[in-house]
Structure formats: C-alpha cells, structure tokens
C-alpha cells in the first residue's frame, strides 16, 4: 500500500512523495508521526483560511497554489474543447477559472467546500455569463468539518446527477485530501468519475509525476484509460498534468 506524503514546505513550494505504509523514505524519515490529519484535509479549516485572509467586506487576493493558466494552456487546449462543460472542484479563489472563460470556456462551474470564497469568487466574476460558483462537497461522502452550519450551510440541491461533466478539473484538491490519507483520495477520484460522462476526463494538477491512484493495481483498469502525462514549467515551478479518461461502454465491456 502506498500513501502521499507531505515532505517539507521550501521557497520553491510543497514537496511530496509516495511511500509505503509504514516505511518512511530517507526524505521524510525525520517526520515525526501525528494522531490528527493535517488541516489541509478538513473542511473547517479553509472556511477559516479564507476568512481570516479577506479584507472587511469579504473578499481576498486571488491565490494560486500551482501553475496558471499560462503554464496550462497548452495542455488544456489539447486535452479539452471550449464547448465542454467543466467542473473545478476545491478551486478556492484561483483564477484559472475565470482565465479559461476569457479564453473561451464559457460551460464551467467552479466550487469549494469553502462558502467565504465561493461568495468572493462570485462577486469577483460578475458579468462572466457562463461561469457559475458552487458550494460543493466533492467527497459524495462528506469532508471532516463538513456540512458548516446556519448561514454557511450549502444550499439544497448543491450536488450534481451522475455524468454531468465533460472534465473535471483538479488543482491542488487531490494533494490538500492526501494530507487526511488515502481514503478521501479514493473518494476523490469516486465522485469524479461519477460526475464524468463516458469519455470525459478528470485532469489532475500536481508536482507528482506519478499518481498511483489513477495506476493499477490501486485503480483497475476498467476505471480509467491510459493515463497521459505531461510535465510542465516555467522559471518558478513544475508541475504534472495527468489526463485520465473516463472510458466509453465498449472499452469498458472490454476490459471487463
């Protein structure tokens, strides 16, 4: 069994790794054991983040925990079709939604288990037709700390049928849930799937250049296809693209 492990935070950014179970590698051998997963995985603590960054009337700076759409583009543009209909899931007050409408997606829906920056993002996006934003537990289970209460309790309905995405983006989202274990991952990747329609994909932005959740054994091969990935980078970072397919019902009988 393998886990992400958060190694250290550095000036260039948040370094990670896989490990097995109980066998810490040279790199985070120094870590001590914790009894509680860290707050990246808890829903109440970036409600809280969110909070405490905003100016008096709600709002806060536009973040981004990886790459842009600069460094993304070229790889969105391959992967994706500006007529598809995308979800961002855990997209917190990143601008790549609203740089992909000004680029021509004009379909996208972008959510956080966050109401705070999901109240910002829609005042910061007013008048982008097209580009709407969603309270939204992206675990089909519930997150730790979630669903919050009186005022910031999500609205009823705030969950989607299955298939009803043509991508599912993810920036950060997949790494911020292994800090609470494997589990939530997999519930990660369960309710994307679920929302996908066959043939959509799920884009996973990470410095991991290997996720082996998207990987068999830990997914069988009648989950997903093939995943591509691509490294991308400018002066300042690195990141991994992968692209995993949702597969269509005759790969999927196939494989069966």
Not at 153 to 182: H, R, W, Y
Not at 236 to 248: E, I
Request: aromatic content about 10%; overall charge negative.
């Amino acid at each position: 069994m393998h886990e992400l492990c958060r190694l250290r935070q550095t000036a260039a950014g948040t370094r990670w790794s896989w490990r097995s179970s109980g066998v810490a590698d040279a790199e985070a051998a120094n870590i001590p054991a914790r009894d509680e997963p860290h707050p990246y995985s808890r829903a109440n603590y970036w409600e809280q983040r969110y909070v405490d960054r905003s100016d008096g009337h709600g709002d806060c700076k536009t973040f981004e925990w990886y790459a842009g759409f600069e460094i993304l583009q070229p790889v969105l543009e391959a992967s994706l079709k500006t007529s598809m209909r995308v979800l961002h899931v855990g997209s917190g007050n990143s601008k790549l939604p609203e740089d992909m409408w000004k680029f021509g997606f004009r379909n996208q829906v972008g959510s956080d288990i966050s109401p705070s920056v999901v109240a910002h993002m829609t005042r910061r996006t007013i008048g982008m037709e097209g580009l709407e934003w969603l309270v939204f537990d992206c675990l089909a289970s519930g997150l730790p700390g979630w669903p919050p209460q009186g005022e910031l309790a999500p609205p009823s309905g705030s969950t989607f049928a299955d298939g009803q995405f043509d991508a599912v983006i993810d920036k950060g989202t997949f790494d911020a849930f292994s800090c609470g274990g494997n589990e939530l991952c997999k519930q990660l990747l369960t309710e994307a799937r679920r929302l996908l329609r066959k043939g959509g994909v799920y884009i996973l932005i990470t410095p991991l250049s290997v996720c082996p959740l998207l990987q068999p054994p830990w997914a069988h091969a009648n989950l997903w296809e093939p995943v591509v990935v691509t490294r991308v980078s400018n002066a300042l970072q690195t990141v991994h693209v992968h692209v995993a397919t949702k597969p269509d019902d005759f790969l999927y009988a196939w494989q069966l």
